[in-house]
């Protein structure tokens, strides 16, 4: 049997990736001397909302998730990031792999607007690890699964987030529409001959009286 444990050592942008990526550099140790063959994982990621504190902005931003302040004491609870699956090379002891965490823009996930939401600090994480570890030994390769008990805190600081978005998104966010709504917003734009969608979307909300800049 083998006795593995996991920490996460740091976490960096990852500039070159097809889409938003964060690399979380995470370290694993097998205390019981055993050769690890190799270890196919499985990563559950979950944001630990109920861990840290919020600034008053922040908290305007985040009454869509959670409601009214006074109601967090109930509705702050863990939710689910995302999932990351991997393979890390033979090792005997310690080893550490990079786990690339894709980053979603979409406000219709919930991490997305959470995230979004935050100024600073850290966000508070806990990863959930399961999968099979191969061993080999005197009789051969051996397969047992990675014990459901094993995770791991972190504290992700918010500006590795930023830093990530601001490198595939500068200055940027993303909003999903429907194609009609697309349509009305584009026949907004020409017949009011406005150069740019930000500038249509800030005349509507001037319209609307909810411009408050």
């Known amino acids: 049997m083998t006795s593995l444990a996991f920490n ?3 976490a960096r942008p990852e500039p070159h990736a097809a889409v938003p990526t964060i690399l979380m550099r995470v370290g694993v140790h097998e205390a019981d001397g055993a050769t690890v063959h190799a270890l196919a994982l499985r990563v559950q990621i979950r ?4 861990r840290r504190r919020y600034q008053p902005e922040e908290e305007d931003r985040l009454y869509e998730l959670f409601g009214d302040t006074p109601r967090w004491g109930d509705s702050l609870r863990p939710f689910l990031w995302t999932h990351v699956a991997t393979t890390i090379a033979g090792f005997r002891g ?7 965490i894709a980053c979603s ?26 999968g099979t570890v191969f ?17 791991a805190s972190y504290r ?10 601001d490198l595939y998104f500068p200055n ?8 009609d709504t697309l349509d009305d917003l584009q026949r907004f734009k020409a017949s ?4 740019t969608w930000d500038q249509a979307l800030e005349l509507l909300l001037k319209h609307a009286g909810e411009d408050d800049r």
Do not use: C, N
């Open 94 to 100: 310690s080893t550490e792999f990079d786990l690339p």
């Open 172 to 179: 940027s966010a993303w909003l999903r529409v429907s194609r």
């Open 192 to 195: 009011r001959a406005v150069p």
């Open 8 to 10: 996460v050592v740091d």
């Open 47 to 50: 944001i630990e909302p109920q």
């Open 156 to 165: 992700l600081p918010v500006a590795v987030w930023r830093g990530v978005m």
């Open 135 to 151: 061993t080999k030994g005197e009789r051969g390769f051996t397969a047992e699964p990675v014990s459901w008990s094993l995770e």
């Open 105 to 130: 823009y979409d406000f219709e996930v919930a991490a997305a607007k959470y995230l979004h939401s935050l100024s600073g600090g850290e966000i508070p994480l806990i990863l959930l690890f399961s």
